[in-house]
């Protein structure tokens, strides 16, 4: 049986070369990067030269990089933190209904603490509507985020434009900062701050061929956060915890190969999308594909069957050792659609039969012919005994 890992959206595996870079620091170099000593030293030049590294990446200065534990939360260190030591300000933050859950989970807590959140609406492809976003804004506005790109659609958002929406609006004597969700966007798309204009920008390394467990947020000079995780001073006083050394250089050595080879594998993996959506479309009656058709990630194909459910579709492609994602949230015992879906409007009946197929460096067009073939017999299959219509 042939295994085909299409889910790169939900993680990558570790390159061989971020692999060896990160070994010695397990068991050769292990001191605390906090110790004064040559072994905490040693540590602390490489989490030092790490932190300038992916500060050059990101046009930032190397004290506005700051290390966690994910992009969850690093997502919530932004949301969160900025929400609750800027309450002077004002206790208004504007988020699209597509954020991750990590940027949605964090403004229901909010919610619950006296803020006011506006949730903007998307149009049909993900987009969304800056017309909205401009009435959205109001003087007590603190924090606006909007993800860079969609973790399950792939739709490309207007971060730049955005940006020089808000700044418009801010004007000399109003507060607001724009922090966007770049962890989809890493290794795709371009991560200079300058050129997107933000403030607080999240990137993690499980989505860029790095290793889990690590992320980043870069923070803007001059911008007050409330820490989320209290003890030590690591992390100039916003994450405490000894940093974690291997994971971090990692992050970096995964972040410098993802932009080298960005330009070629971005063509590429464009390629292949369009070759198997165009394929696909020809093979299957009633197939749609969701999101932006030129707006989106590379490596991005999210598709709606009709007349199947996204879970038997996706179980009955794992016989065939084909491995991707549903789009949707349904279960055995809940049949709403993925709040992502429903969002652009998709029909229910769409939105229970969609899947995600992610795009990966190991990915080729044998690969999507092996999948091309599978899929339209697996269609059929489920067809003849899906109460799905």
């Known amino acids: 049986m042939k295994n085909i890992y299409l889910d790169y959206a939900s993680t990558t595996y570790v390159d ?6 990160m070994l010695p620091f397990f068991s050769r170099f292990y001191g605390n990067p906090s110790s004064l000593h040559r072994a905490g030293r040693i540590t602390k030049q490489a989490l030092d030269a790490a932190r300038a ?3 050059n990446v990101i046009g930032a200065k190397k004290e506005e990089v700051v290390f966690t534990g994910s992009g969850t939360e ?8 900025v929400a609750c030591a800027n309450v002077k300000f004002g206790k208004h933050v504007i988020v699209s209904k597509i954020e991750h859950k990590a940027v949605l989970e964090a403004t229901k807590k909010l919610k619950r603490e006296g803020f006011k959140i506006t949730y903007l609406n998307v149009d049909g492809s993900g987009l969304i509507k800056l017309p909205e976003l401009i009435k959205s804004l109001r003087r007590n506005t603190t924090l606006v985020s909007i ?11 207007q971060v730049a434009e955005i940006s020089k929406i808000i700044k418009k609006f801010k004007g000399e ?14 290794g795709a798309l371009t991560l200079d701050v300058n050129k997107l204009g933000v403030d607080l920008m999240t990137f993690n390394g499980s989505k860029i061929y790095g290793p889990k467990g690590v992320g980043c947020l870069f923070v803007k000079r001059g911008i007050n956060l409330e820490p989320q995780i209290l003890g030590g001073s690591q992390e100039m006083g916003l994450r405490a915890g000894t940093e974690s050394v291997p994971l971090v250089v990692g992050l970096f050595e995964a972040l410098k190969l993802a932009e080298k080879i960005k330009h070629r594998e971005n063509k590429r993996q464009t390629q292949l999308r369009d070759y198997f959506i165009e394929n696909v479309l020809k093979s299957i009656e009633g197939v749609y594909v969701n999101g932006h058709p030129r707006r989106r990630l590379p490596n991005n194909i999210n598709i709606s069957v009709r007349g199947v459910e996204g879970e038997s579709l996706l179980l009955m492609l794992d016989k065939y050792g084909i491995f991707c994602s549903t ?5 055995s015992t809940d049949l709403t659609p993925s709040y992502v879906l429903y969002a652009i409007g998709t029909p229910m009946e769409l939105a229970q039969g969609s899947i995600r197929i992610t795009l990966g460096r190991d990915t080729n ?4 012919d092996y999948v091309l073939q599978i899929f339209p017999q697996v269609v059929k299959k489920l067809r003849k ?5």
């Open 16 to 21: 061989k070369r971020v692999l060896d870079k």
């Open 53 to 55: 590294g992916i500060a």
């Open 74 to 81: 690093s997502d919530n260190l932004a949301i969160i933190g």
């Open 147 to 157: 993800q860079y790109a969609n973790n399950e659609i792939g739709t490309i958002q």
């Open 173 to 186: 004597r109003q507060f607001q900062l724009f922090h966007t969700d770049a962890c989809q966007a890493a």
């Open 327 to 331: 789009g949707s949230a349904c279960s």
């Open 365 to 368: 067009k044998e690969k999507l």
């Open 385 to 389: 005994i899906s109460s799905v219509k």
